[in-house]
Every structure is written in C-alpha cells, then in structure tokens.
C-alpha cells in the first residue's frame, strides 16, 4: 500500500534551534552544489534536489527548511535526507526535527 503523502506534491516544513544558521545553509550549500544547482547567501539556501526543491532561511537563532517535493517524491526520505545531511554539518549540536506537511 502507497502512502498517500509520498505519492502527491506536498510541502514539509521544519524549523531548528542552532547558533549558527548562515552556517549551516553554506555548508548544505556547497555540500550539495557539487552535484545539484544551489544559490545561498547569509541568510538563505536554495537546493535544487532529484526530490524536489530545498528552501532554507536563516533567523535569529533557527534555522527553518522549506520542502516542495516533486510529484511522486518519498517525502519521508526527503525530509530525513535534509536532516541528516545538516546533522553532519552541526559542530556539537543536535537539532530536532518535526515535521509539518501541507498539500503543495
């Protein structure tokens, strides 16, 4: 049986506590523009994945990424993929991702 969310567009988005936001986004961003078309500065990320497109913004003390998952996207290992990927980027801090879905 199919998951309904991993078959349709949907949206996922999660804010994290860090200290360091603008970090985080450049290192996803160079991280992943080895293979993918990003663009960042300090304050926003843009990651053109094969799941779909990564939207990160920084603010004071969080950092908050934004997924539109293509048609069909597993958007459960989307998600997980985005916060692993920033976990490795962390400098002893652990982050706690939760989460919220909405139709694109």
Do not use: N
């Amino acid at each position: 049986m199919t998951d309904a969310l991993s078959t349709d567009r949907f949206v996922s988005t999660a804010t994290i506590a860090t200290v360091e936001p603008a970090r985080i986004i450049a290192r996803l961003c160079k991280h992943w523009g080895h293979k993918f078309a990003v663009s960042y500065d300090d304050t926003q990320g843009r990651i053109e994945l094969p799941l779909g497109l990564c939207l990160l913004t920084a603010g004071d003390g969080h950092l908050t990424a934004r997924l539109h998952g293509v048609s069909g996207a597993d958007m459960a290992r989307f998600e997980q993929a985005v916060a692993e990927h920033a976990q490795r980027m962390a400098r002893g801090e652990s982050y706690a991702w939760h989460w919220q879905r909405e139709p694109a």
